[in-house]
């Protein structure tokens, strides 16, 4: 993809799993990333899930030959790499975009947190105290 396509001074993030066998760029800013606490999120990454929607048309994957995607539920997949294990996205099929876990940025995002969701479910080992929005489901 280049500059013609989405314009001169377009932003473009990049980032790649753990190994770097998955490397991709997204072209445009980065939407506010939301917390996820839902106990789907806590098992596949450890902890909870903090990702930024992209419009599917900005996401360029550069590398992807160890990218697998598991299908969470039947109108979700989430993809990772299968060599290192890193979780890379959750891509809800029915939607004209993909979020894309902050973790798996290469450089600063130059967005910050905008909410909590499923905090009804959130593990009991850690308390929520920054002060933002924090939506139950």
Avoid at 52 to 60: F, G, Q, S, Y
Avoid at 63 to 89: I, K, M, N, P, Y
């Amino acid at each position: 993809m280049s500059a013609e396509l989405y314009g001169a001074g377009t932003p473009v993030h990049q980032g790649s799993c753990l190994c770097g066998a998955v490397r991709f760029r997204v072209h445009g800013d980065l939407a506010a990333p939301v917390a996820c606490h839902c106990s789907m999120c806590r098992k596949v990454s450890g902890h909870f899930w903090a990702s930024a929607d992209v419009p599917r048309t900005a996401l360029v994957l550069e590398r992807d030959g160890t990218l697998h995607w598991f299908a969470s539920s039947e109108r979700v997949r989430r993809g990772f790499c299968t060599q290192c294990g890193s979780a890379l996205f959750f891509d809800a099929l029915h939607l004209d975009r993909i979020s894309i876990g902050m973790g798996a940025f290469d450089a600063p995002s130059g967005t910050t947190l905008a909410r909590h969701i499923f905090v009804a479910d959130k593990g009991d080992y850690y308390e929520i105290a920054d002060g933002l929005p924090q939506n139950p489901q």
